[in-house]
C-alpha cells in the first residue's frame, strides 16, 4: 500500500484508533488497581575487599564489584531469605506463603538489589504495603549483609557497610501506574492501527475478487 494511502487511511481511522488507545488506558488503570500498592525502603551498601598493596585500584574495585553482584543475586535465595527471617527484626512472616517455591517467588517481589557499574555500592530496596514492614526488611537484608558478608563470597578480607540509611517512599511505588497506563495507551491505539489495516485489506481482496468474477 502506498504510504499516502496508509496515511489518508489512518488520517480517517483516527477514531477507531482513539477508541482503542482509551480501552488499552482503561484496561491498564484497572489491572494496576487491582494489584496491591506498594512502597519502598531503600539503603546503600558498600563492599570493600582488602586485596593489599600489589593491586592496582582499578582491579580491586573490579574485584569488588563481582563480589557485590554475586551477594545481590544471593540475596534471592531461600537460604538468605531464613537469615533475613531470623535476624530479630519485626518482620511479618504472614506475607510469605507456606509453600517452598510460592515463598521464594513471593521474596523476590519483596526484596530488589543493583550494583553500581564500576564500584561495590549495592542499592537494596525492600518493597511492601506497609511503609514501616518495608523498612524492617530492608534493614534485616542489610544487617545479614554486613554480619555475613564472608559467608557468602569465596575471596577472604570481604567488608559490606551500611553508606546510607534507609530512605522510604512517601508514595506507593509499585505498581507504576502511570507507567502503566501510558503502556496500556500505546498498545492500544498500535491495536487500533492494525485493526485499521487488516480491515482494509479485507476490502481490498473483496473488491479484487470482485473484479477477477467480472
Known amino acids: ?23 488499552g488506558f482503561v484496561l491498564a488503570l484497572a489491572v494496576s488497581f487491582l494489584q496491591p500498592l506498594k512502597y519502598s525502603s531503600t539503603v546503600r551498601l558498600m563492599v570493600l575487599q582488602d586485596v593489599g598493596s600489589s593491586v592496582d585500584a582499578y582491579t580491586a574495585s573490579r574485584s569488588e564489584e563481582r563480589i557485590a553482584e554475586n551477594l545481590s543475586t544471593i540475596l534471592y535465595t531461600t537460604t538468605f531469605f531464613n537469615e533475613v527471617m531470623a535476624s530479630g527484626y519485626s518482620i511479618d512472616t504472614s506475607t510469605f506463603r507456606e509453600e517452598d517455591y510460592k515463598k521464594r517467588q513471593d521474596w523476590m517481589k ?5 550494583v553500581s557499574r564500576g564500584s561495590g555500592i549495592m542499592t537494596i530496596s525492600a518493597y511492601h504495603q506497609e511503609v514501616i ?4 526488611i530492608v534493614k534485616a537484608v542489610a544487617t545479614v549483609l554486613m554480619e555475613q558478608a564472608q559467608t557468602y563470597t569465596s575471596g577472604g578480607n570481604v567488608e559490606v557497610r551500611l ?22 495507551f500505546v498498545l492500544g491505539g498500535l491495536m487500533g492501527i492494525a485493526y485499521i489495516w487488516l480491515q482494509s485489506e479485507r476490502i481490498r481482496r473483496r473488491h479484487q475478487l470482485i473484479h477477477e468474477e467480472l
Open 133 to 136: 514492614q518495608a523498612e524492617q
Open 1 to 23: 500500500m502506498p504510504s499516502r494511502n496508509y496515511t489518508t487511511l489512518l488520517w480517517y481511522g483516527w477514531r477507531t484508533i482513539l477508541l482503542f488507545a482509551c480501552v
Open 110 to 114: 519483596t526484596v530488589g538489589a543493583t
Open 163 to 184: 553508606i546510607d540509611d534507609p530512605l522510604n517512599s512517601r508514595w506507593p511505588v509499585k505498581p507504576n501506574i502511570l507507567a502503566n497506563i501510558f503502556s496500556g
